[in-house]
């Protein structure tokens, strides 16, 4: 079992078509057919959304993204128009919408890998691959890796885990060359955010971005891009290979989640019960903390 312990009912706001609920975001269209994505504060562990929201989370991946956003133009457009709130929409929605252009999305979630962990690491214990790419033997948990390697996977519905995906497979779904761009710009735009954090003392281990057309036909760069949701962050101080790495995010919840405290079993069809205050605060604290140690700027 997996999937929303609790189904979110969207707010509607006159003017404003509601589209979509995601794990995170609920999308709408408004009246020039833009796109206008509001984050929500919900949190998804173990391909759950969670009972219990972390305040302002999602704000942080809204600020967060658009700072990205900012330090990657020069590489590639973005889908973003503006910050500006629709008419009518709450002031809740305030620091966690954007106005973005209404793209055809590519159905290829874009990662890239600088280290082995996760996926990867399981992959590449088997047979020495991620994603069909060899890698060297000796690798561990944590390794940094020769180069950093597009390693894509296929985007699964709430509730079900994204598979990994050769490189040859991609191409064959959405044409060579798009696959050679995606790869391309997900490994050029990873190797610019991998230097921007090591320079911030973090370490950018891995990260998912989502990529559409426009109507031209040009790439652009969407979704929200090197948040906590969507990349792996691991303090570079604490960086030690062979062993798991402390994330700057959901750890406190999965920690919590896997004790004794929680009384859940993940493997139950049980759904996941809610998060007591500390874990709530906790994880919150490590969202700020990401958002300030990548901006230098306080929350
Ligand atoms: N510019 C864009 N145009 C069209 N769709 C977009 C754009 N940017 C992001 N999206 C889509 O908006 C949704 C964002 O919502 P969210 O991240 O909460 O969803 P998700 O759980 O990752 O995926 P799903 O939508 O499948 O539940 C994603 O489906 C993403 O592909
Ligand atoms: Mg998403």
Redesign the pocket.
């Known amino acids: 079992m997996s999937g929303f312990v609790e189904k979110p009912e969207p707010l509607q706001v006159p003017g404003l078509v509601h589209l979509h609920t995601?794990?995170?975001?609920e999308l709408y269209r408004n009246e020039a057919g833009d796109l206008v994505m509001v984050a929500s504060d919900r949190m998804s562990a173990y391909d759950w959304v969670l009972p219990t929201e972390i305040p302002d989370k999602g704000r942080v991946l809204t600020q967060l993204s658009l700072w990205w956003f900012d330090r990657l133009a020069d590489l590639i457009p973005n889908h973003v128009i503006s910050t500006e709130l629709p008419e009518g929409a709450p002031a809740e929605w305030e620091g966690r919408t954007l106005v973005c252009r209404s793209l055809r999305m590519i159905p290829v979630e874009c990662v890239a890998r600088g280290y082995l962990t996760g996926s990867g690491l399981v992959e590449y214990e088997a047979n020495r691959t991620v994603c069909g790419l060899a890698l060297p033997e000796g690798l561990v948990d944590g390794s940094e890796l020769p180069a950093p390697i597009f390693t894509p996977a296929t985007k699964a519905a709430v509730g079900e885990h994204d598979e990994n995906v050769s490189y040859e497979e991609v191409a064959r779904q959405v044409g060579a060359e798009t696959a050679a761009q995606l790869r391309q710009s997900t490994l050029a735009v990873y190797s610019r955010a991998r230097d921007v954090a090591r320079d911030r003392g973090i370490i950018l281990a891995d990260t998912k971005f989502?990529f559409g057309h426009d109507e031209a036909g040009g790439l652009v760069l969407a979704?929200?891009v090197l948040t906590p949701?969507?990349s792996r962050f691991w303090p570079a101080a604490e960086w030690e290979p062979g062993r798991a790495q402390s994330s700057y995010d959901k750890q406190f919840v999965r920690d919590w989640l896997t004790s004794p405290a929680s009384g859940w079993d993940r493997h139950s069809e049980q759904p996941p019960p809610p998060l007591p205050r500390e874990v709530v605060e906790a994880t919150r604290a490590k969202y700020v903390e990401a958002y300030e140690l990548l901006t230098g700027t306080a929350w």
């Open positions: 995601g794990k995170v975001r989502e979704d929200e949701d969507s």
